[in-house]
């Protein structure tokens, strides 16, 4: 678990149990995109609020799933700034295109962290339900179409749809511009750490058994990679996902 993943998970679960024992909170920390320049820090707060088990139970899954694999491609300062632009810009979505709803939860800025994890890893494959397979970037879109088809009255009633939106775009601007400011070769060499050669060494002891089936795919593809071109050939990016599959060398200086 990485920092600020554990740290959002731990600040959303206790106000969630605040919700339920202190009379007032939700009102007082919700977003009523109406009243927000009245009450400006329901912009941030109404993100760590949920209006049940079930609703902040999928968040924090979501988080839990991709949250640390973005933060540790990120660096801890850019993820959880990325969390908070995204939700931050789904509040604005509510307060501009659904004024008359108020607005509760992370959805907005779990997926945020799920656009990211697209931008990064558009071709890894997950597992809608354990089952079903589709590419992160398809799943985006098709929770992006969801939400458009929702806010045109065509999807669930109670459903915050602008405000996922919003998430998205406000992760996607905030990647954007992380992109501009630093070019995107300087962006991408920054944002994975530099794992040296050593590391990797004991790369042909990888035990594929006990890779989750959502990584095994990519991991199979650096091996082959390897074989065919030796570890030198290897992006940053590569050398990063496989460190976190080889075990470590056990044999001692002589």
Avoid at 31 to 52: C, D, I, K, Q
Avoid at 199 to 215: A, E, F, P, Q
Wanted: no cysteine.
């Amino acid at each position: 678990m990485t920092p600020w993943v554990l740290r959002i998970l731990i600040a959303t679960v206790l106000m969630f149990f605040l919700q339920q024992t202190a009379s007032g909170v939700t009102s007082l920390l919700y977003l009523v995109p109406t009243e927000v320049l009245s009450r400006p820090w329901t912009l941030v707060t109404y993100m760590f609020l949920h209006a049940g088990l079930g609703h902040i139970f999928w968040n924090m899954l979501g988080l839990y799933f991709f949250g640390p694999r973005v933060e540790s491609r990120m660096g801890s300062p850019r993820f959880i700034t990325l969390y908070l632009v995204s939700g931050i810009v789904g509040a604005l979505f509510s307060v501009a295109l659904a004024p008359r709803y108020p607005v509760l939860g992370a959805s907005g800025a779990v997926l945020g962290v799920l656009m990211a994890f697209a931008r990064f890893w558009p071709r890894e494959r997950l597992y809608i339900w354990g089952v079903l397979p589709i590419e992160a970037r398809w799943l985006v879109i098709i929770y992006a179409a969801i939400d458009i088809l929702g806010f045109n009255g065509f999807g669930r009633l109670g459903v915050a749809n602008v405000a996922h939106l919003g998430g998205f775009a406000g992760a996607l601007l905030y990647l954007l511009f992380l992109e501009r400011r630093q070019g995107a070769r300087r962006f991408k060499q920054a944002t994975v750490p530099r794992v040296a050669e050593s590391t990797l060494g004991n790369w042909r002891n990888v035990d594929r058994g006990s890779i989750h089936s959502v990584n095994r795919e990519e991991v199979d593809r650096i091996l082959d990679k390897i074989s065919a071109s030796g570890l030198a050939s290897l992006t940053p990016q590569e050398r990063q996902f496989l460190s976190n599959f080889v075990p470590p060398d056990d044999r001692k200086p002589a």
